[in-house]
Nanobody, 115 residues
Framework: QVQLVESGGGLVQPGGSLRLSCATSGFTFSSYAMSWYRQATGKERELVAVISSGGSTYYAESMKGRFTISRDNAKNTVYLQMNSLKPEDTAVYYC?????????WGQGTQVTVSS
């Protein structure tokens, strides 16, 4: 079965950096686009970034220039490098894959940006 496991979240000061990882299993990772989403308390889940199977990327406007999505097909893992973090980046971050018309989510990893 499809499994997604996020890690790498934590508490960081404004201006700091974090690298999130999402380890996957249960599907042919290299053949699928992968996405990162986030959900802040009291807000709807929003798209952060997408990477296609071929490596093309898309970023939500507020993340451009600060966040970088990447993938390692040998490790079946997708990453999200987050730089210049702001308090408004505080949220639970989730990775996502749409596989055989079903959407799969990990359990999420908490990112808190605070001094």
């Amino acid at each position: 079965q499809v499994q997604l496991v996020e890690s790498g979240g934590g508490l960081v000061q404004p201006g700091g950096s974090l690298r999130l990882s999402c380890a996957t299993s249960g599907f042919t990772f290299s053949s699928y686009a992968m996405s990162w989403y986030r959900q802040a308390t009291g807000k709807e889940r929003e798209l952060v970034a997408v990477i296609s199977s071929g490596g093309s990327t898309y970023y939500a406007e507020s993340m451009k220039g600060r966040f970088t999505i990447s993938r390692d097909n040998a490790k079946n893992t997708v990453y999200l490098q987050m730089n210049s973090l702001k308090p408004e980046d505080t949220a639970v971050y989730y990775c996502n894959v749409v596989h055989d018309l079903s959407s799969y989510w990990g359990q999420g990893t908490q990112v808190t940006v605070s001094s």
